[in-house]
């Protein structure tokens, strides 16, 4: 079967996203996959009164940082392709300890996505970065939250901060 160069490319990404631990590593850390899904690659620039100043590589920068001061390894990836999103989930299974996501307007709408998490069980927490429970009543629904271990939204690019930190504290406990 002839594969088209995106799919080339997007299964070379994921590869590198999704490295598995070697030998010479040392004790394995924990590892974090950060999704985020549509127009979340405007972010700093889209509607700032609802989604902040900070841009998506910006928040990934200090989530990186935050999570190496642990010994944890943090892989960030944003698409505006659902099936990005569900593909990364499902390679994912063996390598990660958990998911943060902010699947954006997927939220309201991707049982596809749903489908992923629970067809891999693996923990997640969704995060948006307004309250979603506050804005347009179509927004108030989420498909993954009775899923996820967790959703934390409202508090701007520190809804991420947050979640890493309730990351942390939920695989600390287990």
Same mark, same amino acid.
């Given at each position: 079967?002839? @594969?088209?160069?995106? @799919?080339?490319?997007?299964?070379?990404? #994921?590869?590198?996203?999704?490295?598995?631990?070697?030998?010479?590593q040392g004790?394995? /850390?924990?590892?974090?996959?950060?999704?985020? *899904?549509?127009?979340?690659?405007?972010?700093?620039?889209?509607?700032?009164?609802? =989604?902040?100043?900070? /841009?998506? %590589?910006?928040?990934?920068? /200090?989530? @990186?940082?935050?999570?190496?001061?642990?010994?944890?390894?943090?892989?960030? =990836?944003?698409?505006?392709?659902?099936?990005? +999103?569900?593909?990364?989930?499902? @390679?994912?299974?063996?390598?990660?300890?958990?998911?943060?996501?902010?699947?954006? %307007? =997927? !939220?309201?709408?991707?049982?596809?996505?749903?489908? %992923?998490?629970?067809?891999? %069980?693996?923990? #997640?927490?969704?995060?948006?970065l307004s309250?979603?429970?506050?804005?347009?009543?179509?927004?108030?629904?989420?498909?993954?939250?009775?899923?996820?271990?967790?959703?934390?939204?409202? #508090? *701007?690019?520190?809804? =991420? !901060? +947050?979640?890493?930190?309730?990351?942390?504290?939920? +695989?600390?406990?287990?």
């Open positions: 079967m002839t @594969q088209n160069p995106t @799919q080339v490319a997007r299964k070379v990404l #994921f590869k590198d996203l999704l490295k598995e631990y070697s030998p010479e004790p394995l /850390s924990k590892r974090i996959l950060l999704l985020n *899904g549509p127009n979340l690659n405007l972010l700093g620039r889209r509607e700032p009164t609802h =989604y902040g100043q900070t /841009s998506l %590589a910006e928040i990934e920068h /200090s989530l @990186q940082t935050m999570a190496a001061s642990w010994g944890w390894e943090l892989a960030c =990836y944003q698409s505006n392709h659902e099936g990005d +999103l569900i593909d990364l989930i499902h @390679q994912a299974m063996d390598f990660v300890d958990l998911i943060i996501i902010n699947p954006g %307007a =997927y !939220t309201h709408t991707s049982i596809a996505l749903r489908d %992923a998490f629970s067809g891999t %069980a693996i923990p #997640f927490i969704e995060v948006h309250n979603i429970h506050s804005r347009e009543e179509f927004r108030h629904r989420s498909m993954l939250a009775p899923l996820a271990i967790g959703q934390i939204s409202g #508090f *701007g690019a520190h809804s =991420y !901060t +947050l979640a890493l930190e309730a990351a942390r504290n939920y +695989l600390e406990s287990r």
